[in-house]
């Protein structure tokens, strides 16, 4: 597929070049995102010479603006061209209100755990293993105080020199499968049946468990305000994109939707 700027061709060989600095899915979402890439910056160059930041360079391709390089023509191009709104208090308020998870801190857990370890392809240790886990529960639930000698004789985990405590961590710094019980567990319970993970089978039980809290909106001002600007920013860059590309009159490419990931 030939892709130009007006009368100008990108070349397939340029194209081809660029796309090792584009690692995709696909040699198709490569391409694309390279010819893109190829569109956009010769765009902005034509631009930045326009506005007499940019002076091509006719042997190897570049040139100088103001003693910069391309990219800091671009940048200066787009810091004249790209104006974008400050967001006032009551618009960081309201993101605030409406986002309240992204302000939660983790919930805390302190657990402990008994690890049978076994591969998960390996059927035969699994199922013993799993077979082993549901003795222990119920020889645990009957006799609660044993967890600590059954951890130190049977886990394969390290955490069995502390009686299979893991001490305290968030959600997210271990395996889902184990944290999905223990979100379900009420402080002081013994799980029930036996955790899969791809470690092994666990004997789980929790410990405690302390609920994240909301950040203040006011320590979390400074990071509504930049996250709303570059939000802002990335939207008002790719329409301005969208107009040079329809005044250039691109083809081979539908630039205004593949622009979409190039500003994220």
Same mark, same amino acid.
């Given at each position: 597929m030939?892709?130009?700027?007006?009368?100008?061709?990108?070349s397939?060989?340029?194209?081809?070049a660029?796309?090792?600095?584009?690692?995709?899915?696909?040699?198709?979402?490569a391409?694309?995102?390279?010819?893109?890439?190829?569109?956009?910056?010769?765009?902005?160059?034509?631009?930045?010479?326009?506005?007499?930041?940019?002076s091509?360079?006719?042997?190897?391709?570049?040139?100088?603006?103001?003693?910069?390089?391309?990219?800091?023509?671009?940048?200066?191009?787009?810091?004249?061209?790209?104006?974008?709104?400050?967001?006032d208090?009551?618009?960081?308020r309201?993101?605030?209100?409406?986002n309240p998870?992204?302000?939660?801190?983790?919930?805390?857990?302190?657990?402990?755990?008994?690890?049978?370890?076994?591969?998960?392809?390996?059927?035969?240790? @699994?199922?013993a293993?799993?077979a082993r +886990?549901? #003795?222990? !529960? $119920?020889?645990?639930? /009957?006799a609660?105080?044993?967890?600590g &000698?059954?951890?130190?004789?049977?886990?394969?985990?390290?955490s069995?020199?502390?009686?299979?405590?893991?001490g305290?961590?968030?959600?997210?710094?271990?395996?889902?499968?184990?944290?999905?019980?223990?979100?379900?567990?009420?402080?002081?319970?013994?799980?029930?049946?036996?955790?899969?993970?791809?470690?092994?089978?666990?004997?789980?039980?929790?410990?405690?468990?302390?609920?994240? @809290?909301?950040?203040?909106?006011?320590? +979390?001002? #400074?990071? !509504? $305000?930049?996250?709303? /600007?570059?939000?802002?920013?990335?939207? &008002?860059?790719?329409?301005y994109?969208?107009?040079?590309?329809?005044?250039?009159d691109?083809?081979?490419?539908?630039?205004?939707?593949?622009?979409?990931?190039?500003?994220?």
């Amino acid at each position: 597929m030939t892709v130009a700027i007006g009368e100008r061709e990108i070349s397939e060989a340029a194209i081809a070049a660029e796309m090792q600095y584009h690692p995709a899915a696909t040699q198709e979402d490569a391409w694309t995102a390279a010819a893109t890439a190829l569109v956009v910056r010769r765009l902005l160059l034509d631009e930045a010479a326009r506005e007499g930041l940019w002076s091509e360079s006719p042997d190897a391709g570049r040139g100088d603006a103001e003693g910069g390089d391309a990219e800091a023509a671009i940048a200066r191009l787009l810091e004249r061209t790209v104006a974008v709104p400050v967001a006032d208090e009551a618009t960081c308020r309201r993101w605030y209100e409406r986002n309240p998870a992204r302000f939660r801190s983790p919930d805390l857990y302190e657990a402990r755990h008994i690890l049978l370890a076994a591969a998960p392809d390996d059927a035969e240790a @699994r199922a013993a293993a799993k077979a082993r +886990a549901v #003795e222990l !529960i $119920a020889a645990i639930a /009957a006799a609660p105080e044993r967890f600590g &000698a059954f951890a130190r004789a049977e886990s394969a985990c390290p955490s069995k020199d502390q009686d299979g405590h893991l001490g305290q961590f968030t959600a997210g710094t271990t395996v889902p499968e184990l944290e999905t019980f223990l979100a379900a567990l009420e402080e002081g319970q013994l799980s029930p049946v036996p955790v899969e993970t791809r470690y092994g089978v666990h004997v789980v039980r929790l410990l405690r468990r302390v609920p994240g @809290r909301v950040v203040p909106f006011e320590a +979390a001002r #400074e990071r !509504i $305000a930049e996250q709303l /600007a570059d939000g802002a920013w990335r939207m &008002a860059v790719r329409q301005y994109l969208m107009r040079l590309a329809a005044e250039a009159d691109v083809r081979g490419i539908d630039l205004p939707r593949a622009t979409g990931p190039l500003m994220q």
